[in-house]
């Protein structure tokens, strides 16, 4: 368990006194006083220039914290603003000759103000990136910050992220540069009233058409020309929008296209050949041509995307439902091409994720019409770690219908329109705010009924959050954005003058609570083996159940779902850790680590069996239904994929969402194939040595998506989450 420095309970005369006064923050909001922060400061400040604190330190602070309770319930009744207490703390440090303290104290206050004032200074955060900081230009494992496009977006969204902060109510802007909470996608929002993830309605789309800048584009008459305007269609969401975009049940959406090539094939059959058999096999060998060509296409073309922000689109394709001959054509092509791999090397595919569904009765088990693909499936996930699956029932009963994440993992919620038809494609999400739930574990020093107090606070700002991203959403125009609102990505199509907020009210939309780091937080109260503690578990499962009961409360009063969601933190992992560890010091188990745990997964420095860490996380996704995945670990699989077909079957009643991390990095240097070493200069190939990125292959996931951190480095805190996992794969 986290061992901090606790001040006594005071049993002095000022205590009743003190429990009136209310401090005024600098953020305008009115919290009851506290003196625990003003000893935890002093605390601090002992600690940087005596490098420990003593018993007879820490009776001293005690006095001086003391003194200061007297001269605050002397002097207010009522308010006191914060810089009264810093003054009032500073002249009796210097009035008792503590310099030191003093001076340390001081020089905190001072870099904390200097710190507010860089972070909405444009000049000071350009200087970061033409100085190539590692926090600006690596912040995402998939953007590369060599190239003049993504320089380009890097240097809108500095300006971006400090307009934006202005534009924040004032408690949210300081909650999120002190790391209470992250709003997300600052460089992206406030500052334009831009959407977050979609699922894009293509069926509309295609089947009524659609326009693109000058381009009124008809529906298509070939699988061909339909992958090629989802391609298309993808580039333009992915420029409106700041987040991933899917296509949901992929092979059942191109099957009504693919037939439109065989019934054409078919005609030049029964023109120049006999008999109806061989007519029939001409067309079909023809358009499982057609199929697996327009699938290569539509691969190659989204991997050599790029959007207005400098990034192939995050895209994910859904599959693994149909049943007709059509339908199974475009699954099989979708694994042979992933298999195949792209270009001359043959690499792995970044993009687009793939998503296989499992569902009982079509391909779960061999005697289902589907198994063989399946197999296909198992294949393809030991070779590319993709697809990760979906399991059918499981995702209907914790989500309320069947559909593929927007993107990496946030789930839609079930929803009927007015005329009571389930609606899923062409829905969106507004945004995420994620808590900090390590720091306010921290905060509370052990003491439970402080950490749910400090976590009411939390939310309490986190709404006001997300209900500001909603309201900013709201502001936009149909013409902001033709693409999503005027031409049938988003479903229903709005006229120039309509209110966006059509598509978003009655819960048609969802806006997001995020959170970090469920692991730490139970081993601030229970000690950093707590997995198999039940106490502990009904903790953390407590935890979620608030989370929720909050989100739900925020959505029946607002009318949009506000879900809970185990947040995609490829940088927030360390960033949270590294402000913490900057407050708390180093800390066992939590702050350690240098990152924090991802939303409720298992500590990855353990060794769970695949089916042991599934039954530890099933409970949570209860409660964060609006967006979680399971990842389990493997050693390397294209041997047996009878073991990975193991987890997946046991994971099809117990959990919705599962992907597979399994070491298929390539050397082309000497040839190794396998795990690639992690070290601080990047991946090398253990054989040989090998880390240039243009004669090796490594591909870790990253998020939810897969990326190649050789080419494009990660944050320190995600390579060194990354290095664990691999670092203590568990050999099955």
Not at 267 to 292: H, L, N, P, S, V
Not at 316 to 339: H, N, Y
Not at 407 to 436: A, I, P
Not at 608 to 632: A, M, Q, R, V, W
Request: aromatic share 10%; with cysteine.
């Amino acid at each position: 368990m986290m061992e901090i420095h606790t001040k006594d309970s005071l049993t002095n005369e000022f205590q009743p006194s003190l429990k009136k006064i209310k401090v005024v923050k600098r953020d305008g909001r009115h919290v009851s006083f506290d003196d625990q922060k003003i000893y935890d400061a002093l605390i601090k400040a002992e600690t940087k220039t005596k490098k420990s604190v003593d018993p007879l330190a820490n009776e001293r602070i005690q006095s001086i914290v003391e003194r200061v309770d007297a001269e605050i319930s002397e002097r207010f009744t009522n308010d006191i603003k914060i810089y009264e207490i810093q003054n009032i703390v500073e002249h009796i440090l210097l009035e008792h000759n503590e310099y030191e303290l003093a001076e340390e104290y001081i020089n905190y206050r001072t870099h904390r103000d200097f710190q507010r004032s860089k972070a909405t200074d444009i000049n000071f955060t350009i200087g970061k990136l033409i100085n190539k900081d590692q926090s600006v230009v690596n912040e995402n494992a998939n953007k590369d910050s060599d190239v003049f496009n993504t320089q380009r977006d890097l240097t809108a969204g500095i300006v971006g992220k400090s307009i934006g902060l202005k534009m924040l109510p004032p408690h949210v802007a300081n909650a999120h540069q002190k790391g209470d909470i992250h709003y997300h996608d600052l460089d992206y929002h406030p500052y334009t009233p831009m959407t977050n993830c979609c699922l894009i309605d293509f069926k509309g789309m295609l089947t009524d058409g659609f326009k693109i800048g000058n381009a009124d584009v008809e529906s298509p008459k070939s699988i061909q020309t339909a992958t090629a305007q989802i391609s298309q269609i993808i580039a333009n969401v992915a420029s409106s929008q700041y987040g991933g975009c899917s296509s949901d049940r992929t092979d059942e959406l191109l099957a009504p296209f693919a037939r439109l090539n065989y019934q054409k094939h078919l005609k030049d059959a029964q023109e120049w050949i006999e008999g109806t058999e061989k007519q029939e096999a001409f067309a079909k060998q023809k358009t499982r041509k057609d199929i697996y060509d327009a699938m290569q296409s539509l691969e190659y073309e989204i991997n050599t995307l790029f959007t207005s922000n400098g990034q192939t689109p995050f895209t994910s394709l859904g599959f693994g439902l149909g049943t007709d001959w059509f339908e199974r054509e475009i699954q099989k092509a979708i694994l042979q091409i992933r298999i195949e791999g792209l270009g001359i090397e043959k690499r792995t595919a970044i993009f687009p994720k793939l998503i296989f569904t499992l569902r009982r009765g079509t391909n779960l088990e061999p005697t289902d019409p589907n198994y063989d693909i399946k197999q296909l499936a198992l294949e393809c996930a030991t070779k590319r770690m993709y697809p990760d699956i979906l399991n059918y029932d499981k995702l209907v009963e914790l989500t309320g219908s069947f559909k593929v994440p927007m993107g990496c993992r946030s789930f839609l919620q079930g929803w009927k329109d007015e005329n009571g038809q389930e609606v899923n494609v062409g829905r969106m999400n507004l945004g995420v705010v994620t808590l900090n739930l390590p720091r306010i574990a921290m905060e509370s020093a052990g003491d439970k009924d402080k950490f749910w107090t400090l976590l009411e606070e939390r939310l309490q700002i986190a709404k006001d959050a997300l209900v500001f991203r909603v309201d900013r959403c709201k502001e936009a125009t149909p013409a902001n954005a033709p693409i999503l609102y005027q031409y049938g990505a988003f479903g229903k199509r709005l006229k120039r003058t309509d209110s966006v907020n059509d598509l978003f009210k009655n819960k048609r939309a969802t806006v997001s609570l995020g959170y970090i780091g469920l692991y730490e937080v139970a081993s601030v109260f229970y000690g950093g083996e707590w997995e198999n503690n039940p106490e502990a578990k009904a903790f953390t499962l407590k935890i979620m159940e608030d989370l929720k009961a909050h989100t739900d409360d925020w959505g029946n009063e607002y009318g949009y779902h506000f879900s809970v969601y185990s947040t995609p933190s490829e940088s927030l992992t360390d960033r949270f850790c590294r402000l913490d560890t900057e407050r708390f010091g180093i800390v066992e188990n939590i702050t350690d680590k240098e990152y924090y745990t991802n939303s409720f997964h298992y500590d990855v420095r353990k060794n769970p069996t695949p089916f042991e860490k599934l039954d530890f996380e099933k409970d949570y996704p209860n409660y964060c239904s609006g967006g979680f995945i399971h990842y389990c670990e493997y050693p390397v699989l294209q041997q047996n994929p009878k073991s990975l077909e193991a987890v997946w079957d046991y994971g099809y009643d117990r959990i919705g969402y599962l992907g597979t991390n399994t070491p298929i990095d390539h050397c082309y240097a000497c040839g190794f194939e396998g795990d690639f070493k992690p070290t601080e200069r990047g991946f090398e190939c253990p054989e040989c040595g090998n880390h240039d990125p243009k004669t090796c292959d490594v591909v870790k996931r990253t998020c939810g998506y897969l990326g190649n951190p050789q080419a494009r480095p990660m944050v320190h805190g995600r390579h060194q989450e990354i290095s664990a996992r691999v670092k203590h794969m568990k050999q099955q």
